[in-house]
Structures are given as C-alpha cells and as structure tokens.
Nanobody, 124 residues
Framework: QVQLVESGGGSVQAGGSLRLSCAASGGIFSSGGMGWFRQSPSKEREFVACISRSSAITYYGDSVKGRFTISRDNAKSTVYLQMNSLKPEDTAVYLC?????????????????WGQGTQVTVSS
C-alpha cells in the first residue's frame, strides 16, 4: 500500500517562500505521475501542479504559474513543491497525490493515493 506524507508547511508572510515535500513509501515511486492539490474551507479542491514519472512533463494551475515549481527525486521517492511569492489566497491544506500511471494529470480522479496534507498559511 502506498503511503504519502507531506511536510514543510507553515505560516509565512505574503511575498515569502516555502518548500513542501512529499515522501512516498510502499510502492514503486518512479512509475507514477505525481501531483499537488490544495483545499481550503471556502473552495473546492484545486489543482496546483503535476509532474510525470521521468520529470519530462510538468504542468501548473493558472493561479500558481511562474511562482511555484514542482520537482521530484525518484532516488529519494520524494516530490517537492517550491512556492515563491506567496499570497494570502495561497492559504490552504496542500495535498500530494500519486497516479497509477506515469503521466502528468491535472484532475484529481486520475490519482489513486493521497497524503493527509500540510497546512500553509500566508498572512498579509
């Protein structure tokens, strides 16, 4: 059974940066595409970024393009989300997910495994 554990969340002022990590265990990490989503109480789950199994393909949600960068280290079974120029509207619980196939997917239904999430709070 695949387990995903996010870390790196916290509180930061607007304009600051955070780097989230998601460590995977229990499966073949290098075979699956990975994604980051976020959830806040007032909004539906929102796609943030995805990366294919070989890192050849990345894709970002419109609200984070140019500010966030997704990457992965298959040797460490870990995916990262570097978040720069943070805004108050980035406040949410950030969840990582793993797909059974190796492409980059922007829809949550393509993912089979989910972490519990890490809270990111951006103050103005």
């Amino acid at each position: 059974q695949v387990q995903l554990v996010e870390s790196g969340g916290g509180s930061v002022q607007a304009g600051g940066s955070l780097r989230l990590s998601c460590a995977a265990s229990g499966g073949i990490f290098s075979s699956g595409g990975m994604g980051w989503f976020r959830q806040s109480p007032s909004k539906e789950r929102e796609f943030v970024a995805c990366i294919s199994r070989s890192s050849a393909i990345t894709y970002y949600g419109d609200s984070v393009k140019g500010r966030f960068t997704i990457s992965r280290d298959n040797a460490k079974s870990t995916v990262y989300l570097q978040m720069n120029s943070l805004k108050p509207e980035d406040t949410a619980v950030y969840l990582c997910a793993q797909a059974p196939r190796g492409n980059c997917y922007s829809t949550s239904s393509q993912y089979a495994y989910w972490g519990q999430g890490t809270q990111v709070t951006v103050s103005s």
